[in-house]
């Protein structure tokens, strides 16, 4: 018996997982056989597991420095960081505030949207989300998120928000509610995930539903938080989602990717009036977060590196190979009517297996994971959304086992 506790896992429902024993570009080697990591190890692996420039970083920091505190003390990897960091964010974010997972970031960016109206002398603290959305597992973070089984067990716990409803097709149903809600002149933020809710069913979006936003919040000084813990990094097939829209949100959250999946970091960027209302020689106005591995040199530098790829390669035509390769194979799934809804933004291809009745909803989802596992590919349907969102090193031969895995399932 083993005394983990592992997450998201029924412990009573699922037998025992294989044995991790090395990872490489898009396979993990396990006890049980070589798996292709087709949902990139939950989103964080970019350019592939264990890529030489990063694990290089890794080993070449670890030789010089280890943790540090980050109040009133700084280092380079952080320092160089940020500033490649600020030159690749939409135009407009000056600021980078360290920490070590998207929730977290994401906590960052609420607390500093609510000290900015705060110090602002306008108190503001009403938050506008989307429905169907996932910020993270914090009780801040659920309390921006959709509300269902997840969490209902500390719904108590959770904060009130303001819920627009799902942009469909023009988005105009949805615009007109914030709208609404934003003209009363009380709303601190809202947050979102630009085009694509990842954890929500890989539901995507139309760019001028999020330019459209960004614009009612222009008119009534309501801040946009863009949560890109898993939208950035080139996974909709740009650098940011935002950037498909033309848009720059006053705070933007970072994660996952962020170091190419190696190790964890997080960063909260904010637009220079976001910092420069905590700016003050009043005490009380500090910016009163932190945690204990704040800006990690060693992920600091790992970070680094997968930004200096970014610089260095030719990643745009890598996402768009990666993309029409995708589009291919699903267009091999969509034809298939057992499946509905096949859909893509950039790297991300998703489908919707059709499910009869709610007992099968339950458990399709497990069993084509089991499936998938026993072909040596690792997909992780939520409810009954098959979604492939591969590390960008992934080639046409597993990219087509995979899809495969998929297209030979009997149910
Ligand atoms: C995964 C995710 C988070 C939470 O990140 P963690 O590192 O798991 O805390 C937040 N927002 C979005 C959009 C995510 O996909």
Known sequence: MSAVWHPFTQHA???????????????????????????SSWWVITHGHRTPEIMAAITETAARMD?????????????ELAEALIAMAPAGLSRVFYSDSGSTSVEVALKMALGFWRHSG????????????????????????ERGVFNA???????????????????AATLVAFEVLAAQGDMAALILEPLVLGAGGM???????LAGLRAICDRHGVLLIADEVMTGWGRTGRLWACDHAGIAPDILCSSKGLTGGAIPLAVTLASEAVFQAHYSTDRARTFYHSSSYTANPIACAAALAQVRLWQALP???????LA?????????VAADPRFENARQCGTIAAVDLKVADAGYLADAGPRLRAHCLERGVLLRPLGNTVYVL??????????????????????
């Open 13 to 39: 429902l699922e037998p025992a997982p294989p044995r991790v024993r090395a990872t490489h570009g898009a396979v993990i080697d396990t006890d049980r056989g070589p798996l292709i990591d087709a949902i």
């Open 67 to 79: 943790q540090v505190i980050f109040a009133g003390l700084t280092h380079a990897p952080a320092e």
């Open 122 to 145: 306008q108190p503001r603290h009403r938050i506008a989300v989307i429905e169907g959305s996932y910020h993270g597992d914090t009780i801040g973070t659920m309390s921006v998120g």
């Open 153 to 171: 067990a500390y719904d108590p716990l959770l904060f009130s928000v303001e819920t627009l409803p799902f942009p469909q097709g023009d988005g």
């Open 203 to 209: 539901r995507i979006y139309d760019p001028q539903v």
């Open 315 to 321: 990643m745009q035509a890598r996402l768009d190979a």
């Open 324 to 332: 029409t390769m995708q589009a291919e194979r699903l267009a091999r």
């Open 390 to 411: 591969p590390p960008y090193c992934i080639d046409g031969d597993q990219l087509d086992q995979v899809w495969n895995a998929v297209l030979d399932w009997r149910g």
